[in-house]
């Protein structure tokens, strides 16, 4: 019976991208949004799953398995997953997204930065400033109920657990390098015009 039930758990499968993927261009490309969501976020997925079937052959098998390699395997992998399954509804097609937030949002970034162009440029230095291969995210940390902007190193590394994320950027190459080659800068001044600000607002709301 356990072995059946071990049998049937979910997978992990890649979320479609909530609009078309030329709606966010000139922004981000079509061939762009479409490597990265297809391939990128796809090969997150598949290798969250071939992790997850890696253990529970062992258990079913009653092997040893190395714990250590495959619990980071499975870490940056569902990182990934997760980072960007939260990525994609982030942004809207233009019209709806860029411009300056309202809201809970709005609020919550005056009370906090002062203004939003105050939060706009930390946030932007902590995009440009992330070593290596990483995200910049804006998170409420719960101890003090006070937004914060961090850092993700890779898709596992410097994050703040239970803190909820309102806001990613992923910085990895992959998620510019069609359009903007090797300019972070140029790609994060591009996301500004397509930041989904109603989503954002809706995870604020369920957290406040």
Not at 14 to 29: F, G, K, T, V, W
Not at 38 to 56: I, P, R, S
Not at 143 to 155: D, F, N, V, Y
Request: hydrophobic share 40%; charged share 25%; glycine share 8%.
């Amino acid at each position: 019976m356990a072995q059946e039930q071990m049998q049937i758990q979910k997978r992990y499968e890649l979320p479609p991208l909530p609009y078309d993927a030329a709606a966010l261009e000139p922004h981000i490309s079509r061939e762009q949004l479409s490597l990265h969501h297809d391939k990128h976020h796809q090969g997150y997925v598949t290798g969250a799953n071939a992790d997850l079937e890696k253990l529970e052959q062992a258990r079913q098998e009653n092997a040893d398995i190395d714990e250590k390699a495959i619990l980071k395997e499975f870490a940056f992998n569902i990182g990934g997953h997760i980072l960007h399954s939260l990525f994609w509804p982030t942004m809207a097609p233009a019209g709806k997204g860029g411009g300056t937030p309202g809201g809970a949002v709005a609020d919550v970034l005056d009370r906090e930065f002062g203004t939003f162009d105050r939060f706009k440029k930390e946030f932007s230095r902590a995009a440009s400033s992330v070593e290596g291969s990483g995200w910049a995210a804006l998170v409420m940390e719960p101890l003090s109920g006070r937004p914060r902007i961090m850092q993700i190193e890779k898709h596992s590394n410097n994050v703040y657990p239970t803190a909820p994320i309102l806001m990613v950027l992923d910085l990895w190459e992959h998620a510019y390098y069609v359009d903007y080659r090797n300019n972070r800068g140029q790609f994060i001044d591009a996301f500004w015009n397509v930041v989904n600000w109603d989503q954002v607002n809706s995870r604020m709301e369920k957290m406040i």
